[in-house]
């Protein structure tokens, strides 16, 4: 008669397999009797006893790990005892954690006083300490992974979930788990200064001056130092002053001429009109010839010639429309994983929702916007990049009187916005309201003025640029077209030498963008464009 006993089962499904077998199992799941979590309990136990026993491998590993990292529920006690010690600068023993647990009545809890001495008694080296702790930290993370697994699969069954709420809650989670890999609590001040004395170093070395990602606008890029990680640009102006144009034009310069990933979610053009945009800003064709399709011989050949560098631009287009904030931050996730993104933009944030629904918290539009601008905020922090949201005015600029330049109060919809932003940007374009010329009489035709009217890491000021609006392109003013300009004389006397005093007062070379530059085999006399 069989045994019918596990070890029994065991050699008896192998031998039917025709697996031979030396010993019996070691594992439940080998029985067939379910599965146990992932773990590591003897090396914890090594562990524990190692950080009794020594203090180097406890300043070490103390960071690494945290009371969850353990299995055992006794583990866990034991090791929030010595992390609880080692905070406060106490020695870590056998007798000074025994103590610790028993004042705090987990003492039982954790084994007994018995147990205390056998995890010490175990330990013949503490030499392998760091690498235990990382085993243990492994062990941790699949259980976190089987957990979220878990819990995304019974919401899954249930009528009521919505999927694009599980979605982003699921990116989410396993994002966080594979970028923070169990990140510090805090941080000492030793540390911090540290970390920001080595930022220091670094950008003392770049002679750009650019700590941040650039814009490609040399005035700008001398304001700002480059769009900054984590920060949240907000790019203002009302319809008609090319906030488009302005942003394509960066990021065209961001990844062309400075060799950086940028994603662009287009909620208002497609894809399609977009790198329309960038060829005619890029070749110096009219944009509506280009979309007409009526461009001749000569234009052709300008054409592909000037377009051959944006084949190898890392510029990735989204034109999803009525953009969710749930999935904006599911396809940033993705990219920043994949291509590594370096600047994210979004035109424009007014189109974008709340949720899957559409309808924002409570239907208010207000409460909504605000929902979005706080959420591209934290989206900014958590994949490290700058984040560039273009949005829409209100009429108020239009009834206004005097100049109409944009104040933070016209920005529509919500004070949010304000609130959320590191960086507040207006376009401002004095020709569009009839306005030709400045105070003093010089013309100001054919230019914008970017206002910084909000800044929390530098100052406050405007930056003049030159806007193009038959190739729908800002550039800087100094920029010559090797097209005809038919009559677009722009005046800077009323701007002065913006450059001169900059340069002869500071060391740093500002790159400025190729699309500044005619072509290297252009001669004016000889070329019919």
């Excluded at 067939?32 to 491998?57: C, I, S, T, Y």
């Excluded at 529920?73 to 010595?82: T, V, Y």
């Excluded at 106490?90 to 039982?108: A, I, M, W, Y």
């Excluded at 993705?334 to 944030?349: E, P, S």
Aim: proline letters at 4%.
């Amino acid at each position: 008669m069989e045994s019918n006993t596990p070890s029994s089962i065991y050699k008896k499904g192998n031998q039917s397999a025709g697996v031979r077998t030396q010993a019996g199992p070691t594992r439940l799941s080998d029985l067939g009797l379910g599965k146990l979590p992932p773990q590591a309990v003897d090396l914890e136990e090594a562990l524990l006893g190692a950080l009794m026993l020594e203090k180097e491998p406890l300043a070490n590993v103390i960071e690494l790990l945290r009371p969850a990292s353990f299995y055992k529920e006794g583990h866990q006690l034991i090791f929030e005892a010595i992390q609880g010690l080692f905070q406060a600068s106490q020695p870590v023993d056998l007798l000074t954690v025994n103590n610790f647990l028993k004042q705090n009545g987990s003492l039982e809890k954790a084994g007994g006083t018995s147990y205390l001495a056998q995890l010490t008694s175990r330990v013949s080296s503490t030499s392998n300490v760091e690498f235990h702790a990382r085993i243990i930290i492994e062990q941790y993370l699949k259980r976190q992974l089987i957990q979220i697994s878990s819990e995304i699969q019974r919401l899954s069954y249930e009528d009521t979930s919505d999927v694009f709420h599980l979605l982003d809650k699921m990116e989410q989670e396993l994002f966080t788990i594979a970028e923070s890999n169990i990140r510090k609590n805090y941080e000492s001040m030793s540390d911090i200064l540290k970390k920001a004395v080595d930022e220091l170093e670094k950008k003392q070395l770049q002679k750009s001056g650019l700590t941040g990602i650039p814009s490609g606008f040399t005035d700008l890029d001398r304001l700002t130092s480059g769009w900054q990680r984590q920060e949240l640009i907000i790019i203002a102006a009302r319809p008609g002053m090319g906030k488009t144009a302005f942003v394509v034009s960066a990021c065209r310069n961001a990844a062309v001429d400075f060799g950086h990933s940028v994603a662009l979610f287009s909620l208002e053009m497609s894809a399609v009109q977009l790198v329309n945009r960038i060829i005619s800003a890029e070749a110096e064709i009219e944009a509506e010839k280009i979309r007409k399709g009526k461009l001749e011989p000569h234009e052709w050949q300008q054409l592909h010639t000037k377009i051959n560098k944006l084949f190898e631009a890392n510029m990735f287009i989204d034109d999803t429309p009525a953009l969710s904030i749930l999935e904006l931050r599911a396809k940033c996730r993705r990219l920043k994983a994949q291509k590594g993104i370096d600047l994210i933009v979004i035109d424009y944030l007014q189109l974008m929702t709340g949720d899957s629904s559409g309808k924002g918290a409570s239907g208010n539009r207000e409460q909504e916007i605000a929902q979005i601008s706080r959420a591209l905020k934290q989206l900014a922090k958590e994949l490290d990049v700058p984040v560039i949201a273009l949005s829409q005015l209100n009429r108020s600029t239009e009834t206004r009187g005097g100049n109409k330049k944009p104040q933070l109060s016209d920005l529509r919809e919500s004070g949010a916005i304000e609130q959320d932003a590191d960086q507040v940007m207006f376009i401002y374009r004095p020709e569009y309201y009839g306005i030709t010329a400045d105070d003093q009489g010089n013309s100001i035709t054919g230019m914008g003025e970017i206002i910084m009217a909000k800044n929390r890491s530098g100052s406050l000021d405007s930056v003049w640029l030159k806007f193009i609006g038959k190739f729908t392109k800002y550039c800087d003013l100094d920029f010559q077209p090797f097209s005809n300009n038919e009559g677009g004389n722009f005046d800077l006397s009323a701007l002065g030498d913006q450059t001169s005093a900059f340069e002869s007062s500071n060391d740093s070379v500002f790159k400025g963008s190729k699309m500044n530059l005619p072509p290297e085999d252009y001669d004016p006399l000889n070329t019919p464009f």
